[in-house]
């Protein structure tokens, strides 16, 4: 049981580049997020799946687009990386409430850093 | 616009002493409080949580204290260890989960042996 993985774990991107975080968790949970980490800021909302085949937009979510490919997998994609998407990603699953808990899993963060 | 502020931003506390992280919120439909704890290098991790119908919760050193009238949670730490240096972040849901969680800012905690 690996809880929630994630990759890469750095990167370095140039301005305009383009690349895709990829995150799974074996769970079996329905909902899943992607958060960007600055100092300071806490942890912000991008995108959501609240179950497969839906995604909604959180609090930051301009630069940025997701792909929930099936119950396990939640994307984020980087279209033309800007340097202001310097940050640390997180994604989480959530455990639904199920068995009474109630927490939302993190995985270990992608670093990203755009020149 | 931060609907959940925390403070201090870092905090220093000697070994056995009490760490208090403060979080206020505004918005009134939030219901459900958690605290993660986050280690460096680590994504962060539930701590303890807490619903509005109580006005404290207790989970061995750690505790949540809730003032619904002040719209204002904190959480302390007793006999704070150098395993408790961390980064702590209050949050807040108004689904009645933690579905949809609303993070403060992130306090530093800095135990000193």
């Known amino acids: 049981n690996a809880g929630v993985t994630q990759t890469p774990k750095f990167q370095v991107l140039k301005t305009g580049q383009s690349m895709t975080l990829q995150c799974a968790q074996d769970?079996?949970?329905?909902?899943m997020y992607w958060y960007r980490q600055d100092p300071g800021m806490g942890l912000r909302l991008i995108y959501y799946s609240a179950s497969e085949g839906t995604t909604d937009k959180g609090e930051v979510p301009n630069g940025y687009n997701v792909s929930r490919l099936n119950k396990r997998e939640f994307s984020l994609r980087l279209e033309s990386a800007a340097p202001s998407q310097t940050s640390v990603y997180f994604c989480?699953?959530?455990?639904?409430?199920?068995?009474?808990?109630?927490?939302?899993?993190f995985g270990p963060g992608t670093r990203l850093t755009v020149t | 616009q931060q609907q959940v502020k925390q403070s201090p931003q870092s905090l220093i506390v000697q070994k056995g002493g009490i760490s208090i992280i403060n979080c206020a919120y505004e918005n009134t439909a939030f219901d459900y409080f958690p605290w993660y704890q986050q280690f460096p290098g680590k994504g962060p991790a539930l701590l303890i949580a807490i619903r509005p119908d109580v006005s404290e919760k207790k989970e061995g050193r750690f505790t949540i204290s809730f003032n619904k009238s002040a719209k204002q949670f904190s959480l302390h730490i007793m006999d704070s260890q150098p395993g408790d240096s961390a980064t702590y972040f209050c949050?807040?849901?108004?689904?009645?989960?933690?579905?949809?969680?609303?993070f403060g800012e992130g306090t530093q905690l800095t135990v000193n042996p």
């Open positions: 769970m079996n949970h329905n909902s």
């Open positions: 949050a807040a849901s108004k689904e009645t989960s933690g579905s949809r969680l609303t």
């Open positions: 989480a699953s959530w455990t639904g409430g199920l068995a009474g808990k109630d927490e939302q899993y």
